[in-house]
């Protein structure tokens, strides 16, 4: 792991704002700021799928390359704190992920929790909210959001059969045009709303998106498929065009009010 003296909550990929996308990577990297250490794991435990989610990082900024749009990543592990989750949720900062206890958040002092939350994932939000503002009044229309994540193979002793899944909520515009593209190659297996279910009160789609109207999709893609660069960049290719045609769509292109199957907003 790469550490600095000062420790950046997000990166900033510039792009052409008028196009009207914006990435973002809520899990992008594994980084601990320096004074947090290791949170008492060894490190083998960063090169797995609690640590961060593998192979976006490199998906999202070929991506954003392709498409010459902006993107926001997180640089922080999600170990340290979630920012796919909501303030208020229980998992926000895990205390056991997938079999692993983290020392370092055990016990958890309110003080600490609203640390990090001022440094590390409310900075983050911030970054995403202005660049969504930014986008929306740069092209004049409703900003399409895509979120980048990916999955393990294999969680809890299953297997996933999905190569890819998409997530989403009430707004079915992208998400449904997405799985289509994605399906049409009969090699992949596509998910709808699988291998989790899009309906995260308080997530990133959810607080970005969602409470605004704005038109948008997650996209989970298997880690075994993007853990190596010529997996990422064939994956980032194969993505390009299905978010351009996407977004170049009337109904896209709309502001529209869905609310949340995770409660009224």
Known sequence: MTRSTVFAPFDLIEGDRSRGIVLVADHARRELPEEYGALGLPAAEFERHIAY???????????ASLLGVPAVLA????LLIDPNRGEDDPTLIRQLYDGTIVPGNYPMP??????????????????VAAVVASVAQKSGRAPFV???HSFTPVMQGRARPWHVGVLWDLDDRAPHALIEALAADK?????????????????????????NGFP?????????LIADAKGALAWAERLAPIVDAINRRPDIQAVKMFGSRTGPL
């Open 53 to 63: 989610d593998i192979g976006v990082e490199v998906v999202t900024r070929e991506l």
């Open 75 to 78: 640089n922080f592990s999600r």
């Open 110 to 127: 309110a003080e600490e929790r609203e640390r990090r939350l001022e440094r590390f994932y409310r900075p983050y939000h911030d970054a």
């Open 146 to 148: 895509f979120s980048v």
């Open 187 to 211: 090699d992949l297996v596509v998910g709808d709303n699988e291998p989790y279910d899009g309906a995260l009160r308080g997530d990133t789609m959810f607080r970005h998106a969602i409470v």
């Open 216 to 224: 948008h999709a997650l996209i989970e893609i298997r880690q075994d």
